[in-house]
C-alpha cells in the first residue's frame, strides 16, 4: 500500500537548520509530484514547496523561497526539504503528499512537527 513516512522534525532556535525526509513506498516514486505542506491551528493548509519529478524544477511559497530547498532522491524514494533561517511563523505540522491533481492530494504521511522558538 502507498505509504509516506516524514521525518527530521524538531524544536528550533529562530535562524537554525533542520532537514525533513519524506520516504516513500508502495507506488511508482517516479510517476508523482509528492509536495510539502504545512499546517497549523492559525492558518490552516500552506502548500510549502513542489519539484517535478520529471525535469527536478522548484518551486517555493513566497514565505520560504530563499530558505527552503526541496530535492529528491529517486533511487531512494525520498523527498527532502532543508530548512534553513527558519523564524517562528515556520511553526507547522509538515506533511509530504501525494498530488493527485494540482493541489488535490491523496494520501498523506503522518506529519512531523516543526518549533521554531528561543
Known amino acids: 500500500q502507498v505509504q509516506l513516512v516524514e521525518s527530521g522534525g524538531g524544536l528550533v532556535q529562530p535562524g537554525g537548520s533542520l532537514r525533513l525526509s519524506c520516504a516513500a513506498s508502495g507506488f511508482t516514486f517516479t510517476n508523482y509530484w509528492i509536495v510539502w505542506v504545512r499546517q497549523t491551528p492559525g492558518m490552516g493548509l500552506e502548500w510549502v514547496s513542489s519539484?517535478?519529478?520529471?525535469?527536478?524544477?522548484?518551486y517555493y511559497a513566497d514565505s520560504v523561497k530563499g530558505r527552503f530547498t526541496i530535492s529528491r532522491d529517486n533511487a531512494k524514494n525520498t523527498l527532502y526539504l532543508q530548512m534553513n533561517n527558519l523564524k517562528p511563523e515556520d511553526t507547522a505540522l509538515y506533511y509530504c503528499v501525494r498530488e493527485r491533481d494540482w493541489r488535490q492530494y491523496d494520501f498523506w504521511g503522518q506529519g512531523t512537527q516543526v518549533t521554531v522558538s528561543s
Open positions: 519539484i517535478n519529478p520529471s525535469t527536478g524544477n522548484t
